[in-house]
Nanobody, 129 residues
Framework: VQLQAYGGGLVQAGGSLRLSCVGS?????????IGWFRQAPGKEREGISC????????YYTESVKGRFTISSDDAKNTVYLQMNGLRPEDTAVHYC??????????????????????WGQGTLVTVSS
């Protein structure tokens, strides 16, 4: 396993969670663009945020702008997704993924699952109303 997502749970609407995407062994997350995706039951996987340290770019889909913040800690080989102001519609399994070639400035493809080379297992976020 090269990257793993942690930190999901059950939270009330308006609450916060912080997800972590951790690289294992020699898999350095700062060598890649790291994306966060989510998939709600019966829906397609949706790209919600991205960070590419090589060029200092970040990306947020419109529905999470102003509520979610993506960041990285190279010493811990971890990318975080701080989620504030959670809503019931944020309920989904959340995944992190790594792309060798992507810049998060490329908004045409940043949320496309096909550009990511490695995927972590999902972590479930449930937001109650």
């Amino acid at each position: 396993v090269q990257l793993q997502a942690y930190g999901g749970g059950l939270v009330q609407a308006g609450g916060s969670l912080r997800l972590s995407c951790v690289g294992s062994g020699l898999f350095r997350l700062d060598d890649y663009a790291i994306g966060w995706f989510r998939q709600a039951p019966g829906k397609e996987r949706e790209g919600i945020s991205c960070i590419s340290e090589s060029d200092g770019n970040t990306y947020y889909t419109e529905s999470v702008k102003g509520r979610f913040t993506i960041s990285s800690d190279d010493a811990k080989n971890t990318v975080y997704l701080q989620m504030n102001g959670l809503r019931p519609e944020d309920t989904a399994v959340h995944y992190c993924a790594a792309s060798w070639s992507l810049s998060c400035a490329n908004t045409r493809i940043v949320d496309s699952t096909s550009v990511y080379d490695y995927w972590g297992q999902g972590t479930l976020v449930t937001v109650s109303s």
